[in-house]
């Protein structure tokens, strides 16, 4: 999971006070080294790119997160002209900087948002030593790989830092800097053309991923470019080195989330939770009668998980495309609610969360195949059951180790459970009314909480129009 806990070794920031035009002002707290992620609402190559979700999380609190676990970044900043990324930004823990139209467009670089940045910072009393700057569309930035490239420029050892990755690849390019790239006679670029020599015998050079540059302040106001006086690289692995500006590259970031995202063990601060009911609740597999009667296989330890639950008042919703009476059955015998038949989850969700004032970022929906990308893309958390659709598992926050009607919504009701002990100091087993479940279901014995796993971690992680 991609958590938002506060950063370590810092004091947090306070919430800043606004002016009468709506712009933030900050504390007072002595910044020494400051992350700021440029994030403008325009994007051509991938619409509402900074907003896209990779592994369940969009790309701009992805980029937050990774900040605020760094241990030596004291506070992080959005630059942004979107009101929805700003308020995504601040959810995730970030500090806004409202962006001037003038610095916002395709051309605007991003170092006249880096600038303008520092200059509010500076109009509120910062004057912080150390810049990382961050971009949202690499979505794999480890913390470890922040703090490697800091500590560079903390110690003196640079002046400016940029994460890159090893290649020992052949660079090629054309002869004629007029012909159509790659349509002429070429030439090589790293390398003399008759000589080839093996992998282990060459020197690498590094490719710029474009997830982060570090710098001294002074030196960039006095240069206005990111690299400037002696430059270090920070490599970083080539798992996580994957920047996002086609379609084609967001879906394989969403392939690549749940090899390189750290596994998540609980779901902080959910409200409600929504679920599937067949392959979720079931195994995804129905018993058919020779009078065509239909009966389904479910979970009893699942009953005992949503009666911990309802006990914790939590809400909870079954929300099926299926019209099947066993739906309404199971349902009431679980004693939650359920809308069947529903062929446009999202506008059904929509109208059921606003008629109880539930933020969606605060609801986690559990899924298993693509009927279900709608309304997961909709919620804070979505998660995916362990033998969900390719696709469903690509756009989850959260994989669960169990499969549908085998243990799966105990599992995710436990995770919410614990979740919501670190999310408030009360317990949720003291939070209020008790509800119990049918017979069977309050009956069954507790099983202890599953452990995460799902996914392995993969341990640490020029110039182009402003992001």
Not at 68 to 85: G, K, L
Not at 191 to 203: G, K
Request: proline share 6%; charged share 25%.
């Amino acid at each position: 999971m991609i958590s938002v806990e506060e950063p370590r070794g810092t004091t947090p920031l306070k919430s800043p006070a606004r002016s009468a035009n709506g712009q933030e002002h900050f504390d007072s707290e002595q910044l020494r080294v400051v992350a700021i992620i440029p994030a403008r609402g325009g994007s051509k190559g991938v619409p509402g790119k900074n907003l896209r979700r990779v592994g369940g999380v969009p790309l701009v609190a992805r980029a937050v997160a990774a900040c605020r676990r760094s241990q030596f970044i004291d506070a992080t900043f959005v630059s942004t002209d979107d009101p929805e990324i700003a308020e995504i930004g601040r959810s995730a823990g970030a500090r806004v900087i409202e962006r001037p139209p003038t610095i916002a467009g395709d051309l605007a670089s991003s170092e006249s948002a880096l600038l303008h940045a520092l200059e509010e910072l500076a109009a509120n009393g910062h004057t912080p030593d150390v810049l990382v700057f961050v971009q949202c569309t690499s979505p794999f930035i480890q913390p470890d790989d922040l703090d490697n490239g800091v500590s560079l420029v903390l110690d003196d050892d640079c002046d400016s830092a940029f994460s890159g990755v090893a290649t020992y690849d052949f660079i090629w390019r054309d002869r004629a800097d007029d012909a159509l790239p790659g349509g002429g006679a070429m030439i090589g670029q790293n390398h003399d053309a008759a000589v080839r020599p093996r992998r282990q015998d060459r020197r690498p050079d590094f490719r710029e991923t474009g997830a982060f540059y570090i710098m001294k302040v002074a030196g960039f106001r006095a240069h206005q470019h990111r690299f400037f006086g002696r430059t270090r690289v920070v490599e970083v692995p080539e798992l996580t080195a994957m920047e996002i500006d086609t379609p084609q590259e967001l879906i394989m970031a969403e392939s690549l989330a749940s090899l390189v995202d750290p596994p998540s063990t609980e779901l902080v601060g959910v409200r409600a939770l929504i679920t599937d009911f067949d392959g979720v609740h079931t195994a995804d597999t129905a018993y058919v009668d020779q009078d065509g009667h239909e009966t389904v296989r479910v979970s009893r330890s699942d009953g005992y998980g949503i009666a911990e639950l309802r006990r914790a008042q939590v809400p909870i919703l079954i929300l099926s495309k299926e019209r099947n009476p066993v739906v309404a059955a199971r349902a009431a015998k679980l004693g939650v609610e359920h809308l069947q038949g529903i062929d446009d989850k999202i506008s059904a969700l929509s109208a059921w969360l606003a008629e109880r004032g539930i933020d969606s970022r605060d609801v986690a929906y559990l899924g298993n195949d693509v009927n279900d990308l709608g309304p997961m893309s909709l919620v804070g958390w979505p998660a995916a059951v362990a033998d969900a659709h390719p696709q469903v598992r690509s756009a989850a926050r959260v994989i669960l180790n169990r499969s549908g009607g085998n243990g799966a919504v105990r599992e995710i009701c436990d995770r919410i459970l614990s979740g919501r002990r670190l999310d408030d100091p009360v317990s949720a087993a003291d939070a209020g009314a008790s509800s119990a479940a049918g017979p069977d279901e309050s009956s069954a014995r507790s099983e202890p909480a599953v452990p995460a796993g799902a996914a392995a971690s993969a341990g640490p992680n020029g110039s182009r129009p402003a992001s």
